[in-house]
């Protein structure tokens, strides 16, 4: 049996701020993350802006030894400009998925991911899947990568966590927009029970703790039993 394990290595820690010379403005930019599989497949997940298609190109070469044909599939965890920028750069690979829409070219899949269902989308067996997880965009998804070399089991979940600072302060993730803030807030405690450790969609990787998850579960209960006194007073 195999001692390899999946790696997972964030290539770009990603930025959301104020423009400084701008009121009207943000400035953002997407955590960027390569996966390895232990058996040879090499998956990018959220791809910058149109813009860094160089630097991207050169990190992968010097970094990992990849030209961008040697990606096999392309995932953005949704399809805002700062996470599909360089997907053009990736031509030969099997699938671009684009939160739940998966293609190649102009062929487009039908599948349970695409048509809304539960079941996950295997990019490598169970070792890596795609799960929906709907909030900052409806059509959000997560990648799963269980199995790792150091992290056990690793959520790349875009702006379902916009970073680590947003649990502790949920005006982060809100501000940076939420198509559907109850749903985000459930998926937001899913994906942390699910995970030992989260690439959020703008800020470096962290290991989730028991007191994050209870931090979480508070926030889903107290908007629970809100919505719910909204319900007895309408
Ligand atoms: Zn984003």
Same mark, same amino acid.
């Given at each position: 049996?195999?001692?390899?394990?999946?790696?997972?290595?964030?290539?770009?820690?990603? $930025?959301?701020?104020?423009?400084?010379?701008?009121?009207? !403005?943000?400035?953002?930019?997407?955590?960027?993350?390569?996966? /390895?599989?232990?058996?040879?497949?090499?998956?990018? %997940?959220?791809?910058?802006?149109?813009?860094?298609?160089?630097?991207?190109?050169? %990190?992968?070469?010097?970094?990992?030894?990849?030209?961008?044909?040697?990606?096999?599939? #392309?995932?953005?965890?949704?399809? &805002?400009?700062?996470?599909?920028?360089?997907? $053009?750069?990736?031509?030969?690979?099997?699938? &671009?998925?684009?939160? !739940?829409?998966?293609?190649?070219?102009? /062929? $487009?899949?039908?599948?349970?991911?695409?048509?809304?269902?539960?079941?996950?989308?295997?990019?490598?067996?169970?070792?890596?899947?795609? #799960?929906?997880?709907?909030? &900052?965009?409806?059509?959000?998804?997560?990648?799963?990568?269980?199995?790792?070399?150091?992290?056990?089991?690793?959520?790349?979940?875009?702006?379902? =966590?916009?970073? %680590?600072?947003?649990?502790?302060?949920?005006?982060?993730?809100?501000?940076?927009?939420?198509?559907? !803030?109850?749903?985000?807030?459930?998926?937001?405690?899913?994906?942390?029970?699910?995970?030992? $450790?989260?690439?959020?969609?703008?800020?470096?990787?962290?290991? %989730?703790?028991?007191?994050?998850?209870?931090?979480?579960?508070?926030?889903?209960?107290?908007?629970?039993?809100?919505?719910?006194?909204?319900?007895? =007073?309408?």
């Amino acid at each position: 049996m195999s001692t390899r394990r999946n790696e997972v290595h964030i290539l770009f820690v990603g $930025y959301s701020r104020p423009d400084s010379n701008d009121s009207t !403005a943000m400035r953002a930019n997407c955590t960027c993350t390569l996966i /390895k599989t232990r058996n040879g497949r090499n998956i990018i %997940v959220d791809t910058l802006t149109a813009w860094d298609g160089e630097r991207l190109t050169e %990190v992968l070469r010097n970094l990992h030894g990849l030209q961008p044909e040697d990606i096999h599939v #392309v995932v953005c965890t949704h399809g &805002h400009s700062d996470h599909t920028g360089c997907n $053009y750069l990736f031509r030969a690979a099997q699938w &671009h998925i684009v939160g !739940a829409c998966v293609s190649n070219r102009d /062929k $487009y899949l039908d599948c349970a991911l695409t048509r809304g269902e539960s079941e996950p989308f295997q990019l490598c067996g169970d070792d890596v899947t795609v #799960v929906r997880t709907p909030g &900052h965009t409806l059509s959000c998804v997560s990648v799963l990568v269980r199995d790792t070399a150091h992290e056990g089991v690793v959520g790349i979940c875009g702006d379902l =966590f916009e970073r %680590v600072e947003d649990i502790a302060d949920p005006t982060i993730w809100l501000e940076a927009g939420s198509e559907n !803030a109850s749903s985000q807030r459930r998926q937001r405690l899913r994906l942390a029970e699910l995970c030992d $450790y989260i690439v959020p969609g703008h800020g470096q990787g962290f290991a %989730v703790t028991s007191q994050m998850r209870e931090k979480l579960r508070q926030q889903l209960n107290a908007c629970n039993s809100g919505e719910h006194l909204e319900d007895v =007073f309408m």
